[in-house]
């Protein structure tokens, strides 16, 4: 069975920092591309950022450019997003999701595995 | 706003049919078989229940499915039940910026 667990999320003031973590399993980590996507209070999905197996492929919403970076680590299974000067609208819950379609150049096309998400919140 | 745009409410009794829009531009659903649409129980993982516009994962119930017509996709849920009342969201791969986009979701209601 495929699992994505969320953690790392809190409080955090504006300008602060905070390191999201996705522990993968039930599936061959290495071989899939990642990725994050958030959800804003009353907002729809957002697409945050997006990362090949190999660490390669790294792409970003625009809002988050400078900012925010994607990595992971294939032995521990695991997927990372840290985010730096953090904002108020940057407060959302935070998916990793696992990307398909991403063998051609319309990646993605959907998201097929998704965690539980992890809340960030960005408040003084 | 979301880019792609869904009601944000449908609601229908148990056995009925409910269908939920999703409207889009030339750049994402009129050019692309990229739609998808998500069922998320708040609180829990957002669940794919159809890719490609009308493709269903395994496990997901024929009760769902999904077209498209122009710049708008459709989900389509028959023999409602309980167990489908959740937040549903469609997504659509857009070439402005070369990524997914969503729409703001829809509340179904189950009577």
């Known amino acids: 069975e495929v699992q994505l667990v969320e953690s790392g999320g809190g409080l955090v003031q504006p300008g602060g920092s905070l390191r999201l973590s996705c522990a993968a399993s039930g599936f061959s980590f290495r071989g899939f591309s990642m990725s994050w996507v958030r959800q804003a209070p009353g907002k729809g999905l957002e697409w945050v950022a997006i990362m090949d197996e190999y660490g390669n492929g790294i792409r970003y919403v625009d809002s988050v450019k400078g900012r925010f970076t994607i990595s992971r680590d294939n032995a521990k299974n695991s997927l990372y997003l840290l985010m730096n000067s953090l904002r108020a609208e940057d407060t959302a819950v935070y998916y990793c999701a696992r990307p398909r379609g991403c063998s051609t150049a319309t990646c993605p096309t959907h998201f097929d595995y998704w965690g539980q998400g992890n809340l960030v919140t960005v408040s003084a | 706003q979301s880019a792609l745009t869904q009601p944000a409410s449908v609601s229908g009794s148990p056995g009925q049919s409910i269908t939920i829009s999703c409207t889009g531009t030339s750049s994402d659903i009129g050019t692309y078989n990229y739609v998808s649409w998500y069922q998320h129980h708040p609180g829990k993982a957002p669940k794919l229940m159809i890719y490609?516009?009308?493709n269903r994962p395994s496990g997901v119930p024929d009760r769902f499915s999904g077209s498209k017509s122009g710049n708008t996709a459709s989900l389509t849920i028959s023999g409602l039940q309980a167990e489908d009342e959740a937040d549903y969201y469609c997504s659509s791969y857009r070439s402005t910026s070369s990524s997914v986009t969503f729409g703001g979701g829809t509340k179904l209601t189950v009577l």
């Open positions: 490609e516009v009308r």
